[in-house]
């Protein structure tokens, strides 16, 4: 074996053994662990597409665990939004509100200047602060979901606000 192939499992015929060899235990792993509805045939494309992404960091003999613990981690994120889209499912809905059509009108033009705000970041600011503010994600997360350093997500995340800030006076 030549040293690259040693070092990770960046060269495609390894890859595609190594596929073929471990697409239908891990299939079968997260199929049983957490059932059919979570869709385990997309989890375990999505974690050998994360593993083809960081192939350059992961050597092959630590390239199993990777995968498993990369799509266990998927499947969880999958089970623990399904949770939230249920709890919020089984909320009853308000047919009546308090609002005034002033306050409705003001909330929508608000809404909207927000838009064009968050639009005017950059892609890079825009995914930073919506993991944090929407999906509220903690720094370290999107540190690992981005492959940046947690500095990093702070410069991004108060980039955002302060951009924010200027663009909505509200704020």
Request: proline share 2%; net charge positive; aromatic share 10%.
């Amino acid at each position: 074996m030549s040293k690259s192939l040693q070092d990770n499992i960046c060269e495609s015929q390894l890859f595609e053994r190594f596929y073929k060899k471990h697409a239908k235990n891990l299939h079968d792993f997260l199929y049983y662990k957490f059932g059919d509805h979570l869709n385990p045939e997309d989890k375990v494309q999505e974690a050998f597409i994360k593993l083809w992404q960081n192939c350059g960091k992961v050597t092959p003999n630590k390239a199993k665990s990777y995968l498993f613990t990369t799509a266990n981690n998927l499947m969880l994120n999958a089970f623990a939004h399904q949770k939230v889209v249920l709890k919020y499912q089984t909320k009853p809905q308000r047919t009546t509100t308090n609002e005034t059509p002033e306050f409705v009108l003001q909330e929508k033009e608000y809404h909207q200047k927000l838009q064009r705000a968050l639009g005017k970041l950059t892609e890079a600011q825009r995914v930073a602060f919506l993991m944090n503010r929407v999906e509220g994600k903690r720094f370290k997360e999107i540190a690992a979901l981005l492959d940046i350093s947690i500095k990093g997500v702070e410069k991004r995340i108060y980039g955002a606000l302060k951009k924010l800030r200027e663009d909505i006076e509200e704020l």
